[in-house]
């Protein structure tokens, strides 16, 4: 696709993703890559500007011995971005040409104004002022374009999906059917680890709304027989993954041959899955671990320069519900990582309707599209309670909600304590098995957000 590009060169700085939000919110389109891409790389992007994303030091300091001299004679437009916990951010100017290379600006901020407006002016005057931008890219141009060049790739040919039902796989479904209609073929694996009501809406939104050729497969027994008595978190992901992917092939095999296989993958999952030197924080399902026989010649990736946000807004764009587009993420495992230790029906029931009151609370008051992750777990520790002037001996339920701009990182929500009671006092009162309710107000790091 033909668009203004700004590269972000990562040299181990913690807010690069940051950075790559800000550049977007000024509706011009980058990517990040490694400090030690070869310049053929580099000018193969066609970059308008580049940002050298550091750490702590001079970022110049850093890049001089590391990145090669074209890139400083490239000339366009390049800004250096470090992060110091003593930098005297305020007297710094974007303006201001740096004395060793023609073209180059650079700013040293302090570590914990990275969401000030001092950022956002720096990054929009460079954007516009330096490079001379023209702001094109925003998800109504991205979703056009998308059709026609997925039109323009597939042809005539067939298109197979594995709908999770989840917000990435859902908008790159309706990209694809919005492409090529009824050679779309879309197959949803109920595993029965699914929140409350949520294999319903699929098929209710993607068969009778949108009409797509969709294969639901009941899978729930099979995968609740395999899970029997595992509690390690791990070998849950294991199983769940290859049992996905032998009810896929199977599914698949009755189809016989197509040409392409859609996947959801976005931005964040190519970055945390390891860009540059970043470390892997975990392996993501999108990003490598592909069925062994899938009959397919080619993977499309539709979603992957979009960050979450940026998928939601293509999905409205597509003419999703609203409440499929601000679903809350949930992992490819489901529940099995919610509900700790061993999984049975009755945990599962537990959770679910744990999980939904509290989600119903928190849209209620309001608040679903501030807080940026949420749900509950059903964690194995039982306690001592009360009820009904009788002694209960049932589980605690951990709650957990988070504010993040792009998952790699997050802080606990600090929901309002009227709310947090009134999600304690229904779950304890409509749910039962449940006696005490701890909310979790611990960030990313040191924890991630799931618990398993």
Not at 132 to 142: E, I, R, V
Not at 227 to 238: F, Q, S, V
Not at 351 to 359: K, P, T, V
């Amino acid at each position: 696709m033909k668009r203004d590009m700004v590269l972000i060169l990562d040299f181990g700085g913690q807010y690069n993703n940051l950075i790559a939000r800000k550049v977007r919110e000024n509706n011009v389109y980058c990517e990040i890559l490694p400090y030690h891409s070869s310049i053929e790389r580099i000018k193969e992007k066609k970059p308008k500007g580049i940002i050298l994303a550091g750490g702590s030091g001079s970022v110049l300091d850093i890049a001089t011995p590391k990145c090669t001299s074209e890139i400083f004679e490239m000339d366009i437009p390049i800004l250096g971005i470090s992060f110091s916990s003593n930098a005297q951010s305020e007297s710094n100017s974007v303006l201001e040409a740096s004395h060793s290379h023609k073209n180059c600006y650079t700013i040293q901020l302090k570590q914990d104004v990275m969401g000030t407006s001092k950022v956002k002016e720096t990054i929009k005057s460079f954007l516009y002022e330096m490079c001379n931008l023209k702001g094109d890219w925003n998800m109504s141009s991205f979703v056009k374009q998308s059709i026609t060049s997925l039109r323009a790739k597939v042809g005539n040919k067939k298109v197979l999906c594995a709908l999770s039902g989840g917000v990435d796989s859902s908008v790159a479904a309706a990209l694809l059917h919005k492409a090529v209609g009824d050679q779309l073929i879309c197959i949803f694996v109920d595993h029965g680890l699914l929140r409350k009501n949520e294999a319903e809406q699929v098929e209710e939104i993607f068969k009778k709304q949108f009409n797509i050729n969709l294969i639901k497969v009941d899978a729930q027994d099979r995968f609740l027989d395999r899970l029997k008595g595992i509690t390690d978190p791990e070998t849950k992901r294991k199983i769940i993954g290859e049992e996905f992917i032998r009810v896929f092939e199977e599914e698949a095999k009755k189809i016989g041959h197509v040409d392409f296989l859609v996947q959801g993958t976005i931005y964040p999952d190519v970055v945390e899955s390891g860009v540059g030197d970043g470390a892997v924080i975990k392996s993501h399902h999108n990003v490598g671990g592909l069925p062994d026989y899938v009959d397919f010649e080619e993977i499309i990736e539709p979603l992957r320069d979009l960050y979450k946000d940026e998928v939601r807004l293509a999905g409205l764009e597509l003419g999703l519900p609203e409440d499929m587009v601000w679903r809350q993420p949930f992992p490819g495992p489901g529940l099995a990582i919610r509900v700790i230790g061993e999984i049975t029906r009755d945990r599962l029931n537990i959770l679910r309707e744990a999980d939904y009151i509290f989600r119903e609370e928190i849209a209620g008051a309001g608040l679903a599209k501030d807080i940026n992750q949420y749900f509950a777990v059903l964690t194995d520790m039982r306690s001592v309670g009360v009820k009904a002037d009788k002694r209960t001996y049932d589980y605690t339920l951990a709650l957990r909600a988070v504010k993040t701009t792009d998952f790699m990182t997050a802080e606990w929500a600090r929901l309002p304590y009227d709310l947090l009671e009134r999600a304690s006092n229904r779950i304890i009162n409509e749910v039962g098995h449940i006696n005490r309710i701890v909310y979790d107000i611990t960030g990313k790091p040191p924890a991630t957000i799931e618990w398993e």
